[in-house]
């Protein structure tokens, strides 16, 4: 008797320690709220997609999930933050195209690796960038486009949110693929880009679907093409610059949630399957979609890692190609 | 009348007893944030947009907008009670407001900024209403270079603003600019100033330099003049402006209306001029331009008429082409957005229930704000007996909240200590803190605008001359360099004078 109660106790001892030691394990986590951190301003699209899916997520784990901002340095003190933070569950955040793919291959340095010290939970969003002109060229296709910039070399501007943006990007991408000469203009922020391009001061703009949609439903910007392989379920009747002469023309904007390297395999699982749950609701995807914004195929943490590791390559090439590298 | 109908559609909308509760939780909890220093409208409607999700989209955006009007109330009274600014805005009603509060005079140039407000509320309100469409088209009217030569503009008025030496106004706008080159240069994506601190990358904040050089430095000035810091209260005879005073108000809040309406149109930063356009324009014409900056009724009037006119406006570039003019207004489209309303033009034709409803909204507002906080007049300068042992480390601690909840970092409460070190030196040496905000705030735009439009004409300068508007504004300019230029060539000739004779 004696010696049944003593092995139950140490029994129970273990128990305990192991609990303690693994705080994350199985119905123990989430034991606290769970900070969602986003590396930009609140109100842009991953601000807001963030804070869609943060109480679908309390709802069904239990715990509030408190969306955070910590913009600045283009994303990377956010992300650096979520890489940095102990891989407890408990901090997680968005990673998007430039944290994970443009700026390590655009700046000098980035403080973390986007592939060794992320565990990358699930792709959220992604976001075709469409091809927009203003109304007053005479241009009602990519082929008209080329020709018409052909026969004016340097004459034609592109605007975009700011150097190093997958509007700057597919913009010297365009260039090169079809040989013809535009000049870049930089803004910041892609409001005042959309303004002078409303204005006629500056020609074409790669933006981003959500963003270019209301004035192209409005009829003051022309849309020509989409930069996905896809054609946009936002915008069906619009060809893909694929289609439109320029083979192999793929760009998206996407972001997802990720967590530091490290994190417990069943968080990583339980995290990453309610983060899809929360995105197929019908109610999140019906407000993601009226914002052209669209899930995606990348569907495990696995796909979604090498997904990262792909379009880092990818953006590596393209910023060495266009020279948009700053130093 | 399309107008009559379009405004009794408005007001149908947001005279419902669901939406004026809005309207009033917004506008108190906007008051509020405004009057904690620090702690601004971006910080407080990001934390309540999830909230929004689950009410109709119109009542959203009317809470929104109602906090977002109330915080510029809000924010002027800190700027005339303890020197704070929590707003770009509220800047310039430091100035003489907190000048007005030391003289005893605090209940006046409270009663004054809520009454410029509303009264310049009320009239842009009904610009919105009646010409949204077309004043879109003008400020669509300027580019690069439009805006460039009207910064011009705004840094030479900036020298005029000081009220000390001019060389000291004229260092303090260069340290301005200076400041305004730290971070990312827009061309090139190369990192400036930054030192290897990633928290530089985006440029220092607005808010941390004005906090640190107005409120920071304006306690560590008091700390100074050990247990005899002086009562303001005591002094405090009447807490409603004379018959005097309102003789003297009612046409800088016209002016102020008039300059703020016109530039809250401007999307790329407009508004940000919209106070101290109306400073500095007051200055020019006012009888009384000797009492600025020493506690002139009209230096308040002024620019809160204007701050908060060019606050009402700034919604037509929003509610017309979807461009937001600040933070706010980002966070606007996105609350929009997450309802599922693009923000452009369309909103105006397929939602005018929400499009009118919103308009009719902020007058009630303004309104509702100017009830609210006549009566809380009396109440604020209550808060000036608190010992102020006792409400200096509270104001501190409160500053160093709404500055860490900028972007949730506390580098920037350090940041906001070493401005306050700084704006002690100018204290010290007499030098004027504004001149250089201004300097700080035109700077990145003025030279992003240069660039923009020099690469657009491939290089070419004269196109500032080309572009009638652009033109016009180089012209002011120089007249106003000659103005100023004048007495002093005049003051010197006759110094040489004297020393010959």
């Known amino acids: 008797m004696q010696a049944w109660l003593a092995a139950g106790r140490r029994l129970a001892a273990l128990a305990v320690l192991a609990a303690a030691a693994l705080p994350a394990f199985g119905q123990a986590w989430p034991a606290k709220p769970v900070r969602v951190v986003v590396p930009y301003p609140p109100g842009g699209p991953v601000d807001i997609s963030a804070r869609l899916l943060a109480p679908r997520l309390q709802a069904t784990l239990g715990q509030p999930f408190l969306v955070e901002n910590k913009p600045g340095a283009g994303g990377n003190i956010g992300a650096d933050f979520v890489a940095k933070s102990a891989p407890d569950g408990y901090t997680i955040g968005m990673g998007a195209i430039a944290t994970h793919a443009i700026n390590p291959a655009l700046m000098a340095s980035v403080p973390y690796d986007p592939i060794r010290d992320f565990r990358h939970l699930a792709l959220v969003v992604q976001v075709p960038n469409v091809l927009v002109m203003n109304t007053e060229l005479p241009v009602r296709s990519v082929a008209e486009l080329v020709a018409y910039a052909k026969a004016r070399p340097g004459k034609l501007d592109f605007a975009s949110g700011s150097t190093g943006s997958t509007g700057h990007l597919a913009g010297e991408l365009f260039k090169q693929m079809t040989g013809t000469f535009m000049v870049h203009i930089p803004y910041k922020g892609a409001p005042p880009a959309v303004a002078d391009l409303l204005a006629g001061r500056v020609h074409l703009m790669f933006d981003n679907l959500a963003s270019a949609l209301p004035n192209v439903r409005a009829g003051k910007l022309r849309a020509l093409a989409v930069t996905t392989l896809k054609r946009s379920a936002s915008l069906p009747e619009l060809p893909t610059l694929d289609e439109s002469g320029l083979k192999g023309f793929d760009m998206t904007t996407w972001w997802g949630l990720m967590g530091p390297a490290g994190m417990s395999a069943d968080v990583v699982q339980r995290l990453s399957a309610e983060i899809l749950a929360a995105m197929d609701a019908p109610e999140v995807r019906e407000r993601l979609r009226a914002m052209g914004m669209e899930g995606s195929a990348v569907r495990t943490p696995e796909q979604f890692t090498a997904f990262v590791d792909a379009e880092r390559r990818l953006y590596a090439k393209l910023v060495k190609q266009s020279g948009a590298k700053p130093d | 009348m399309e107008i009559i109908s379009n405004l009794a559609l408005g007001f149908g909308v947001a005279l419902s007893p669901f939406n004026l509760l809005m309207c009033l939780i917004g506008v108190i909890l906007g008051t509020l944030i405004g009057v904690l220093p620090g702690v601004g409208p971006v910080a407080t409607i990001a934390m309540l947009l999830p909230i929004t999700f689950n009410l109709n989209p119109i009542a959203a955006l009317i809470m929104l907008a109602g906090i977002y009007y109330g915080a510029q109330y809000g924010g002027s009274t800190t700027a005339i009670l303890v020197n704070l600014p929590g707003e770009s805005s509220s800047v310039v009603t430091c100035l003489d407001g907190y000048q007005m509060a030391r003289r005893g005079r605090a209940g006046p140039a409270l009663a004054t900024a809520a009454l410029g407000s509303f009264f310049a509320g009320c009239v842009a309100t009904l610009i919105v209403a009646m010409f949204a469409p077309p004043l879109a088209e003008v400020a669509l009217k300027f580019g690069p270079s439009e805006y460039f030569s009207l910064m011009v503009l705004g840094l030479v008025a900036a020298v005029v603003l000081a009220h000390g030496s001019l060389i000291k106004a ?126 002139a009724i009209e230096g308040v009037a002024a620019p809160e008429a204007a701050n908060n006119a060019g606050a009402q406006t700034s919604f037509i570039p929003l509610l017309t082409l979807g461009i937001p003019s600040n933070a706010v207004m980002a966070l606007m489209i996105g609350a929009m957005m997450i309802q599922g309303i693009a923000p452009g033009p369309q909103v105006m034709t397929e939602r005018p229930q929400l499009f009118w409803g919103m308009i009719a909204s902020m007058w009630i507002g303004n309104l509702m704000l100017v009830v609210l ?30 500055v860490f909840s900028l972007s949730n970092n506390p580098f920037d409460c350090l940041l906001m200590a070493a401005f306050g070190l700084l704006g002690y030196v100018c204290v010290k040496l007499e030098c004027e803190p504004a001149p250089m905000i201004l300097g700080f705030i035109l700077g990145p735009l003025m030279e992003e605008n240069l660039r923009r439009a020099m690469l657009l004409s491939r290089g070419d300068p004269l196109v500032f001359f080309q572009k009638p508007i652009s033109a016009s504004f180089l012209i002011v300019s120089i007249i106003l360099l000659v103005i100023i230029a004048l007495p002093n060539i005049r003051k010197r000739r006759e110094e040489v004078f004297v020393e010959e004779t």
């Open chain 2, 373 to 402: 906080n006549l009566p809380l007049i009396g109440m604020w300068i209550k808060l000036l007996t608190v010992p102020y042992r006792i409400l200096y480390p509270s104001i501190l601690v409160f500053m160093c909240i709404g």
């Open chain 2, 170 to 295: 004229i260092c303090m706008v260069l340290l301005g600019l200076m400041l305004g080159l730290v971070g990312t240069d827009v061309n090139s994506g190369v990192l400036r100033f930054a030192f290897g601190i990633s928290e530089l990358a985006d440029g220092i904040g607005f808010v941390t330099v004005a906090m640190g050089m107005f409120g920071l430095a304006e306690i560590i000035a008091n700390l100074e003049h050990k247990g005899a810091r002086e009562v303001f209260t005591g002094k405090v005879k009447h807490l409603w402006p004379t018959r005097d005073d309102f003789k003297r108000i009612w046409a800088p809040i016209l002016r102020g209306t008039f300059l703020g309406s016109a530039l809250g149109i401007l999307p790329g930063g407009g508004a940000l001029l919209a106070s101290f356009g109306a400073y500095t324009l007051e200055k020019k014409v006012s009888k009384n331009s000797a009492e600025f900056g020493k506690g």
